[in-house]
């Protein structure tokens, strides 16, 4: 059974470029999460899709969004990116909605430069 | 405001002792708890949890404790083993099974030596 999957793994983006990284869920899993890690500030809860829809959303500004699609697979956007942006970008899947313990993909290392 | 807290950065414990990793949380709207493990260029990976209506879990080397009037949870792993070294994220809940949403502190590097 696949995992999670994410792509690209690395990618490099100068400021104020946009950028969209791509998650896979596990064949089944309808919930997919985000979540950005960053050095001392662990990771952080961006949003959660659950059936194409936002469910829940963390403290992130408006340059960040993301959408599913009727497959599961789901896409994050961050427009006019900052230096702070640069990060280690998780995505996670679970079978439903508020089910904990999910199964994380290896992630996306974003680089602004 | 962190709600969920791992004071120690990193940990050194010899092959085969006792590795414990603790974490303290704010919130006392938490009710289900979580500790992932990471590898470097690796996702977390999901190892053990605890709902908020016991005290101990346990699964094979790694037990899970809950004292919620301290609001702290703790992870030991007997005997750890060289393998277990990796970054270890504790993790909080709040409404389960209703939002998956989890708070992460910032992680506990845990290296066992030979």
């Known amino acids: 059974k696949a995992g999670v999957t994410q792509t690209p793994r690395y990618l490099i983006k100068t400021r104020g470029q946009q950028v969209t990284l791509s998650c896979s869920p596990i064949s089944g899993h309808r919930s997919v999460s985000w979540y950005q890690q960053t050095p001392g500030q662990g990771l952080q809860f961006l949003f959660e899709?659950?059936?194409?829809?936002?469910?829940n959303k963390g403290n992130f500004p408006g340059r960040f969004s993301g959408r599913q699609f009727s497959n599961s697979r789901s896409e994050m956007n961050v427009s006019t990116l900052e230096l702070g942006d640069s990060a280690l970008y998780l995505c996670?899947?679970?079978?439903?909605?508020?089910?904990?313990?999910?199964?994380f993909g290896s992630g996306t290392r974003l680089t602004v430069v | 405001d962190q709600q969920v807290k791992q004071n120690s950065p990193s940990l050194s414990v010899q092959e085969g002792r006792i590795s414990i990793l603790n974490c303290d949380y704010t919130n006392s709207m938490f009710d289900y708890f979580l500790w992932y493990k990471k590898y470097p260029a690796e996702g977390p990976t999901f190892l053990i949890s605890?709902?908020?209506?016991?005290d101990k879990n346990e699964d094979g080397r790694f037990t899970v404790f809950l004292n919620k009037s301290a609001k702290h949870l703790s992870l030991h792993i007997v005997p750890s083993q060289p393998g277990d070294s990796a970054v270890y994220f504790c993790?909080?809940?709040?409404?389960?099974?209703?939002?998956?949403?989890?708070?992460f502190g910032t992680g506990t590097r845990l290296q066992v030596t030979l």
């Open positions: 993790a909080a809940n709040e409404g389960t099974g209703t939002a998956s949403k989890l708070t």
């Open positions: 899709y659950f059936s194409e829809t936002q469910r």
């Open positions: 605890i709902s908020s209506i016991k």
């Open positions: 996670a899947s679970s079978l439903e909605q508020g089910a904990p313990g999910y199964t």
